[in-house]
């Protein structure tokens, strides 16, 4: 049974930064790609940033990129997303998943978490 935790959300400025963590209880942490995806009212879940099992190959949505930072540790089965200059529109509930293989949709993830709720006010 895969159990996933994200936490680190809140109320930020435009401009500020917040750290998410995505806590996994699966076995052989090491094996999954993570990924993280968001999703606002009224709109559908979309993909933000996803790492490899090792940490060494990372995509980002475009509008994420030179912002967002996505890493990982294995010892502590958890993956990060550092978020830098936050901008209004990534107000959304954020969540993770895991997956066996890079998929940048979330329809090929069977897996999610609560979310936790990042809203960024102007």
């Known amino acids: 049974q895969v159990q996933l935790v994200e936490s680190g959300g809140g109320l930020v400025q435009a401009g500020g930064s917040l750290s998410l963590s995505c806590a996994a209880s699966?076995?052989?942490?090491?094996?999954?790609?993570v990924g993280w995806f968001r999703q606002a009212p009224g709109k559908e879940r979309e993909f933000v940033a996803v790492?490899?099992?090792?940490?060494?190959?990372?995509r980002y949505t475009d509008s994420v990129k030179g912002r967002f930072s996505i890493s990982r540790d294995n010892a502590m089965k958890t993956v990060y997303l550092r978020m830098n200059s936050l901008k209004p529109e990534d107000t959304a509930v954020y969540y993770c998943s895991v997956r066996v293989g890079l998929s940048t949709d979330y329809r090929a993830y069977d897996y999610w978490g609560q979310g936790t709720q990042v809203t960024v006010s102007s």
């Open positions: 699966v076995r052989t942490f090491s094996y999954y790609f």
């Open positions: 790492i490899s099992g090792g940490g060494g190959t990372t």
